[in-house]
């Protein structure tokens, strides 16, 4: 039996993305096969009463659960403490200490910090991470720079420096303005780039090592290893679906009149749903219905934004949040959906659950989108950032009455894996380490 601690940084039920979703699904896998799993996480960074830190446990759905509360902006040095938690790192020396977990699995990096990874090396623990997005090479996951340009390899503190600088609207102004300027500025000011520098540096000796790092794409892992931060083993292991191998007749498509785009995941700017919004409202005669699933809540300037912009075509459809057992139902009435993104992405589970009930996928022509849908097969590639070409394919699946049937058969083939399957190889890397 192997006990097993499990970092992320939120956990359900108020947080609810693919990385808190993955931990909770990873931690009731593991008690399924008879091993004892537990879970700490990041509940709040603004709790002016935790002094300096806070914890509550808990159950949730099953899972053993530490919740951890701090003010980060209480923190000697907040900038640093965003990628080396002191506080959280000396909590998780006397977790270890007590509980005497056999293994230390950390998926993602962000709130936790390398400080969580430090404690379990210094314990003498195997560790683990599943590297879910790119923060340790980006202090803003995404590459994305704060003008919206997406950066490239090799990471350059003093382009760091400047996108951090840049988060302020006097210096994106002069950035814009004198660029040539605004770089000697930054390489001059020099705190921002020695902080970089050592952000990076300090990263890539704990993610070296570090025993096992997961990426659920090729693309991630190639990306990381292009880098020069790699742990001690790399491997690519594609995350899992709930969904098992659904019986045919379940998937069977409500049959409807007019084309149904669906558009499912977080309204937030670098997901690009206004790109989507923007080809669908580019073809005003076209006979499609747009239904974007998400919580307006959760970004709601920009939401705000995405109604205006839908406001007046009663194609589009903003359908609010959704719950994961309605997914099977949703897509079961639509017929393709897109996925817009404006940053590299990973391995969005969108697109494998898209695939597992036999819908093709519209997507961005890079990063783990590409990686994932094979163009005029399982899906179409449009330039990244640009409604015209969006607009393009749409209008390409209305016209060409063959297209979608195609691409529909190419879904039904495109092999996805279960959670179990993907549990399966998790645990067989586990008992390697151990």
């Given at each position: 039996i192997m006990k097993v601690l499990i970092g992320v940084h939120h956990f359900p039920p108020v947080y609810r993305g693919g990385a808190e979703w993955r931990a909770h699904r990873l931690a009731s896998a593991l008690q399924e096969a008879g091993h004892e799993a537990s879970v700490i996480c990041v509940e709040r960074i603004d709790d002016a009463q935790a002094a300096p830190l806070a914890y509550a446990d808990e159950v949730f759905e099953g899972v053993a659960v530490r919740r951890l509360s701090f003010d980060l902006g209480a923190a000697p040095d907040p900038l640093h403490w965003e990628y080396d938690n002191l506080w959280v790192g000396e909590h998780l020396r006397q977790v270890f200490d007590e509980r005497k977990p056999d293994l230390f699995h950390l998926i993602g990096g962000y709130l936790l910090t390398g400080s969580a990874l430090r404690a379990a090396q210094q314990a003498g623990l195997p560790t683990v991470v599943t590297l879910t997005d790119f923060w340790f090479l980006c202090r803003?996951?995404?590459?994305?720079?704060?003008?919206?340009?997406i950066s490239t390899l090799p990471i350059d503190p003093l382009r760091c420096a400047r996108c951090l600088g840049e988060e302020k609207r006097?210096?994106?102004?002069?950035?814009k303005l004198a660029p040539g300027l605004m770089t000697h500025y930054w390489r001059q000011e020099g705190r921002n780039v020695n902080y970089f520098t050592q952000r990076r540096d300090d990263l890539t000796q704990l993610l070296a090592a570090t025993d096992l790092a997961i990426a659920p794409s090729r693309f991630l892992r190639d990306f990381y290893i292009q880098a020069g931060m790699t742990a001690r083993r790399m491997e690519f292991l594609r995350q899992g679906h709930k969904f098992g191998h659904l019986p045919r007749h379940t998937l069977i498509?409500?049959?409807?009149?007019r084309l149904r785009i669906g558009y499912l995941g977080q309204l937030a700017p670098l997901k690009g749903v206004h790109v989507l919004i923007d080809a669908v409202r580019s073809l005003p005669s076209l006979p499609v219905d747009l239904f974007l699933y998400g919580d307006s809540q959760l970004h709601s300037a920009y939401s705000a934004k995405l109604q205006s912009q839908a406001d007046g075509d009663e194609r589009i459809h903003l359908m609010g949040q959704y719950e994961r057992r309605q997914l099977t139902s949703i897509l079961c009435n639509l017929d393709v959906t897109v996925v817009p993104s404006l940053w590299y992405e990973n391995s969005p589970n969108v697109i494998l659950e898209a695939f597992a009930h036999d819908t093709p996928v519209i997507a961005a022509n890079f990063g783990g989108m590409a990686e994932l849908v094979e163009d005029e097969s399982n899906?179409?590639?449009f330039a990244v950032g640009n409604a015209s070409d969006l607009a393009r394919q749409l209008q390409r699946l209305v016209e060409d009455s063959t297209l979608l049937p195609r691409l529909t058969e190419g879904a039904v083939k495109t092999s996805t894996p279960t959670v179990a399957e993907e549990m399966t190889k998790i645990l067989a890397l586990y008992q390697s380490l151990l």
């Open positions: 803003r996951f995404s590459m994305l720079r704060t003008d919206g340009a006097r210096f994106r102004w002069l950035g498509k409500t049959p409807a009149g899906g179409l590639h």
